[in-house]
């Protein structure tokens, strides 16, 4: 898993489709998912690391890139 699109794809296989137009919401939603994905056992420790990480990336660079703007 290299991009948060290879994330949504994976929530997409468990028929989980996430957008409310507010990207760091977003992300929230997707590592909430991921959480559960991994503690019902569906994807495996490897999968749910990567997929955390990613997702924290991302949500630090929104957030400190939204800092800069005020």
């Known amino acids: 898993m290299k991009t948060i699109y290879d994330v949504q794809q994976l929530l997409k296989k468990y028929g989980t489709i996430i957008y409310t137009g507010d ?14 994905l991994f503690q019902l056992q569906f994807i495996g ?16 660079e ?3 890139k939204q800092g800069e703007k005020y």
Not at 23 to 36: A, H, P, S, V, Y
Not at 45 to 56: N, P
């Open 23 to 36: 990207r760091i919401g977003d992300l929230e939603l997707m590592e909430m998912e991921i959480n559960e």
């Open 45 to 60: 420790k490897q999968q749910y690391i990567e997929a955390k990480m990613l997702l924290r990336k991302k949500m630090t």
């Open 62 to 64: 929104l957030q400190n």
